[in-house]
């Protein structure tokens, strides 16, 4: 009997495919007339994984891998990294002037609105920040008249909003 230690879902992670060496015997079985669930506890693979190997295997004759659909992306993960340090280094550039500097650093050429689509993907946004004026203590003593006016608020509120 198997213990729970070696189930196939535990080692294969979420959403591991299983190889082509290991998909052989489920469709060996299959052809000598096993069920689904004799299939799944002989070799210890979920039914559900079983039921899609043999579907795949009858509608397609084969087992192996489909290329996947849609283009290709562009950018590549190395692509991804410049375009973050960059950012990360002068966050007031341009979309044009980052994509050019892209362009020389690893010849990657890619339209302004694919990488806004990306910067956005990574959590960076377009925004202007909001001006902050610097409050010195001149000013703060300047406006605790004020403060002391709006009783509910204090010198703190003044210096940290």
């Not at 082509?20 to 506890?41: A, Q």
């Not at 509608?59 to 410049?82: D, I, N």
């Amino acid at each position: 009997m198997q213990t729970a230690s070696t189930n196939i879902c535990e080692r294969m992670g979420r959403f591991q495919e299983l190889s082509d060496f290991k998909r052989g015997p489920v469709i060996g079985c299959h052809l000598c007339n096993k069920s689904i669930r004799d299939i799944s506890w002989l070799l210890n693979i979920p039914h559900s994984t079983v039921s899609g190997i043999i579907t795949k295997w009858k509608q397609l004759g084969t087992t192996a891998t489909q290329p996947p659909s849609g283009r290709p992306r562009k950018m590549t993960e190395r692509g991804q990294r410049m375009l973050k340090l960059t950012v990360r280094r002068s966050c007031q550039l341009s979309a044009e002037s980052i994509g050019k500097d892209l362009q020389t650093s690893c010849g990657l050429q890619i339209s302004t609105t694919t990488m806004c689509r990306e910067l956005q993907g990574m959590g960076f946004h377009g925004r202007a920040a909001a001006s902050k004026p610097y409050i010195t203590k001149c000013n703060a003593k300047r406006q605790m008249p004020w403060c002391k006016a709006r009783r509910h608020w204090t010198l703190e509120h003044v210096l940290w909003s």
